[in-house]
């Protein structure tokens, strides 16, 4: 996990510094590695010009290894030493598998941490998707490294938005394993919104359609002042081009009346099916035929297939994906009509079967103008830019992010106020009044919290800070007030300033970048299912707190003036004291809260004894003109 950045304040990035971020698209079936130079998002190419990684590794000794085309081109020879897909093992059990024997792999689970989770039986020793996507991510370090001949000081890496907590730290922990310094991780419709600059787009809804090679993804987005909402997301993990493939490839065989024998043979045909799959795409007619062509161990498959026939072949498919549609809008409570724009997003979407589904469900024709496989690698590198601090003129709020989580300081008795509500958009600054809760207190310590829990112990610490030189006052006459400013990259820099004698203290912290997005939807769902647990533990703070502060006030105003309390008088308070004392063990905070009323009631008339006496005091031996 990423340490918390602290800075001192003032130093913020020099503008001359150059911090060199990527955006990752880390790809069922392709990676992508991009970067803004000069401004502009581009996909970073190989030696060979190509800018598409094949997600695939080879392994074919103890050290010895192929990654990309090179693997991918051995996969038919050596299909149970060569992963394919990793990233739909990627934090899972093979009970989570469907159909594993469908798979060429030898699947292990792990024994050892990470218990429970699959691993791949290879000649190069037992693999975990996440030592495979390491691999691949590793490759797009080293080309990015090549690329800027520089080191690179941070990725974004895009995850699908159906990923769970499970899979999300394992595409972190496969980036750490690559020697990555993750930013963060984004979803990946989101960064194909951003890519689109959809931010800059007119406000409403926006759906984002992403078929790839192994998941499918929908997103709908709403855009308000240029900042993007998620309204709802939809999908299905296990849906992509693999399965156009596969359905494609039993079509052929079964018209060919052929039965498939070796692990060789379904490779063979499977990347027979994609070619002829890729090429119809090309097609503008349903007539139009491409040869599916395929050497098997033992025979020949050859045969004509037409768009039409690959439509019907895979129609169940494309319902599918209709189908998910449809129940995304419902659950976002949308119309068709509602949503102002559609983006086009994966490899598959360049189907025709796939753009007219979309285009016939929302009445509209959807935006495809920038490369369907590039579109999200681009979006991460915009948004890596902006992390890694870099400003770019009239772009600066092209990315107006939110707060992920509430951010707030600590008050009395372990309480924590919440002063930047979570969805906040930024930049933002807010500030609230506080108060000294001892006479004469001189110095106040400030501690700033991230988290929508109400007590300090379950939020998480970013900083403290102290302010001194508080001139001294009675409790509560000091007005301390305290600012919490996000800045657009996410600096948020806390200030306190007694209002009256001007002294001030302050601190900048990196509120989200320490925390994964695990993490915060963590804390979010304990938030949610805690909300009773913490609104009692709140009122019995509040109560203890109160009651220590009326305990506090008595025992100094006994101390100033006991001459003018009768001796029953001082006993009767000194009773309720102890009455209120024993209460504070009390998990009960109406008990707390009814003794505290009892001494308060108990020493009114103490209060004003001493506010007369206070009075005639200062009015001893002045006459009205000096006053
Ligand atoms: P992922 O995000 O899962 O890595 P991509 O966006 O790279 O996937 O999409 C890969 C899928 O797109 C593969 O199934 C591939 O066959 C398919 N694809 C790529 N080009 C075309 C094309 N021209 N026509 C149809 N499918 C295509
Ligand atoms: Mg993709």
Same mark, same amino acid.
């Given at each position: 996990?990423?340490?918390?950045?602290?800075?001192?304040p003032?130093?913020?990035?020099a503008?001359?510094?150059?911090?060199?971020?990527?955006?990752?698209?880390?790809?069922?079936?392709?990676?992508?590695?991009?970067?803004?130079?000069?401004?502009?998002?581009?996909?970073?190419?190989?030696?060979?010009?190509?800018?598409l990684?094949?997600?695939?590794?080879?392994?074919?000794?103890?050290?010895?290894?192929?990654?990309?085309?090179?693997?991918?081109?051995?996969?038919?020879d050596?299909?149970? %030493?060569?992963?394919?897909?990793? !990233?739909?093992?990627?934090?899972?059990?093979?009970?989570?598998?469907v159909?594993?024997?469908k798979?060429p792999?030898?699947?292990?689970?792990?024994?050892?941490?990470?218990a429970g989770?699959?691993?791949?039986?290879?000649?190069?020793?037992? !693999?975990?998707?996440?030592? $495979?996507?390491?691999?691949?991510?590793?490759?797009?370090?080293?080309?990015?490294?090549?690329?800027?001949?520089d080191?690179?000081?941070?990725? $974004?890496?895009?995850?699908?938005?159906?990923?769970?907590?499970?899979?999300?730290?394992?595409? !972190?922990?496969?980036?750490?394993?690559a020697?990555? %310094?993750?930013l963060?991780?984004?979803?990946?419709?989101t960064?194909?919104?951003?890519?689109?600059?959809?931010?800059?787009?007119? #406000?409403?809804?926006?759906?984002?359609?992403d078929?790839?090679?192994?998941?499918?993804?929908?997103?709908?987005?709403?855009?308000?002042?240029?900042?993007?909402?998620? /309204?709802?997301?939809?999908?299905?993990?296990?849906?992509?081009?693999?399965?156009?493939?596969?359905?494609?490839a039993?079509w052929?065989?079964?018209?060919?009346?052929?039965?498939l024998?070796?692990a060789?043979d !379904?490779?063979?045909?499977?990347?027979?099916?994609?070619?002829?799959?890729?090429?119809l795409?090309?097609?503008?007619n349903?007539?139009?035929?491409?040869?599916?062509?395929?050497?098997?161990s033992s025979?020949?498959?050859?045969?004509?297939?037409s768009?039409?026939?690959?439509?019907?072949?895979?129609?169940?498919?494309?319902?599918?994906?209709? @189908?998910?549609?449809?129940?995304? &809008?419902r659950?976002?409570?949308?119309? %068709?009509?509602?949503?102002?724009?559609?983006?086009l997003?994966?490899?598959?979407?360049?189907?025709?079967?796939?753009?007219?589904?979309v285009?016939?469900f929302?009445?509209? #024709?959807?935006?495809?103008?920038?490369?369907?496989?590039?579109?999200?690698?681009?979006?991460?590198a915009?948004?890596?830019?902006q992390?890694?601090?870099?400003?770019s003129?009239?772009?600066?709020?092209?990315?107006?992010?939110?707060?992920?989580?509430?951010?707030?300081?600590?008050?009395?008795?372990?309480?924590?106020?919440?002063?930047?509500?979570?969805?906040?958009?930024?930049?933002?600054?807010?500030?609230?009044?506080?108060?000294?809760?001892?006479?004469?207190q001189?110095? &106040?310590? &400030?501690?700033?919290?991230?988290?929508?829990?109400?007590?300090v112990a379950d939020?998480?610490?970013?900083?403290?800070?102290?302010?001194?030189?508080?001139?001294?006052?009675?409790?509560?006459?000091?007005?301390?007030?305290?600012?919490?400013?996000?800045?657009?990259?996410?600096?948020? %820099?806390v200030?306190?300033?007694? +209002?009256?004698?001007?002294?001030?203290?302050?601190?900048d912290?990196?509120?989200?970048?320490?925390?994964s997005?695990?993490?915060i939807? +963590?804390?979010?769902?304990?938030s949610?299912?805690?909300?009773q647990?913490? /609104?009692?533990?709140?009122?019995?703070?509040?109560?203890?707190?109160?009651?220590?502060?009326?305990?506090?006030?008595?025992?100094?105003?006994?101390?100033a003036?006991? #001459?003018?309390?009768?001796?029953?008088?001082?006993?009767?308070?000194?009773?309720?004291?102890?009455?209120?004392?024993?209460?504070?063990?009390?998990t009960?905070?109406?008990t707390?809260?009814?003794?505290?009323?009892?001494?308060?009631?108990?020493?009114?008339?103490?209060?004003?004894? @001493?506010m007369?006496?206070?009075?005639?005091?200062?009015?001893?031996?002045?006459?009205?003109?000096?006053l």
């Open positions: 996990m990423a340490l918390l950045q602290i800075s001192e003032g130093q913020s990035l503008p001359h510094q150059r911090r060199i971020a990527v955006g990752i698209d880390l790809g069922t079936t392709h990676s992508l590695v991009a970067a803004v130079r000069s401004g502009v998002a581009e996909c970073l190419p190989d030696a060979q010009g190509r800018v990684l094949p997600s695939v590794v080879r392994y074919m000794s103890a050290s010895g290894r192929q990654i990309g085309y090179d693997a991918q081109a051995a996969q038919a050596d299909p149970e %030493n060569t992963i394919a897909s990793a !990233k739909r093992f990627m934090g899972r059990g093979l009970a989570d598998i159909e594993p024997s798979l792999y030898r699947f292990v689970q792990e024994a050892s941490p990470p989770m699959l691993a791949l039986h290879t000649v190069g020793g037992v !693999k975990s998707p996440v030592e $495979v996507s390491a691999e691949i991510l590793a490759t797009l370090r080293q080309r990015a490294e090549d690329s800027f001949n080191d690179i000081f941070g990725a $974004v890496i895009t995850v699908p938005a159906y990923f769970d907590d499970a899979q999300r730290q394992a595409t !972190k922990d496969a980036a750490q394993l020697g990555l %310094n993750v963060r991780l984004i979803n990946e419709p960064a194909a919104a951003i890519a689109y600059g959809l931010d800059n787009a007119s #406000e409403g809804i926006y759906a984002v359609f078929l790839g090679g192994g998941t499918f993804d929908v997103s709908i987005l709403q855009l308000a002042r240029g900042v993007f909402e998620v /309204m709802a997301t939809g999908g299905d993990s296990a849906l992509g081009g693999d399965d156009y493939d596969r359905a494609l039993d052929v065989l079964q018209k060919l009346a052929l039965p024998q070796s060789h !379904k490779a063979v045909v499977l990347q027979a099916a994609r070619r002829c799959k890729e090429r795409s090309a097609s503008s349903a007539a139009d035929t491409v040869v599916f062509s395929a050497q098997l025979s020949a498959a050859n045969l004509a297939v768009l039409a026939d690959f439509e019907a072949a895979t129609a169940h498919l494309t319902a599918r994906t209709v @189908r998910v549609l449809r129940k995304t &809008l659950d976002a409570k949308l119309t %068709n009509d509602e949503v102002q724009g559609v983006v997003v994966g490899g598959s979407t360049r189907m025709p079967q796939i753009r007219r589904a285009a016939d929302f009445g509209r #024709e959807p935006l495809t103008n920038l490369n369907p496989d590039e579109v999200v690698a681009l979006g991460a915009i948004s890596a830019h992390l890694a601090g870099h400003r003129g009239q772009d600066d709020l092209l990315l107006l992010d939110v707060i992920p989580l509430s951010l707030g300081i600590e008050t009395m008795g372990g309480l924590v106020e919440r002063i930047v509500p979570r969805n906040q958009t930024i930049p933002t600054a807010m500030a609230q009044d506080f108060t000294t809760y001892q006479d004469g001189t110095a &106040l310590a &400030l501690h700033v919290l991230q988290g929508e829990r109400d007590l939020c998480r610490s970013l900083a403290r800070f102290e302010l001194r030189g508080i001139p001294p006052m009675a409790a509560g006459a000091a007005r301390i007030r305290v600012t919490f400013t996000v800045d657009a990259d996410g600096l948020l %820099n200030s306190a300033k007694e +209002q009256r004698s001007g002294v001030q203290a302050q601190i912290v990196k509120p989200s970048y320490g925390l997005d695990a993490q939807a +963590q804390m979010l769902q304990s949610f299912s805690t909300a647990v913490d /609104m009692q533990a709140r009122a019995l703070v509040e109560a203890r707190v109160d009651a220590d502060r009326m305990l506090l006030a008595t025992q100094s105003a006994l101390d003036d006991s #001459e003018l309390l009768q001796a029953t008088e001082r006993k009767a308070i000194e009773a309720l004291m102890a009455v209120l004392r024993t209460t504070l063990a009390s009960d905070a109406a707390i809260e009814t003794a505290t009323k009892a001494l308060a009631n108990g020493t009114e008339a103490f209060a004003a004894q @001493r007369n006496h206070g009075i005639q005091r200062a009015l001893a031996g002045k006459n009205v003109e000096t």
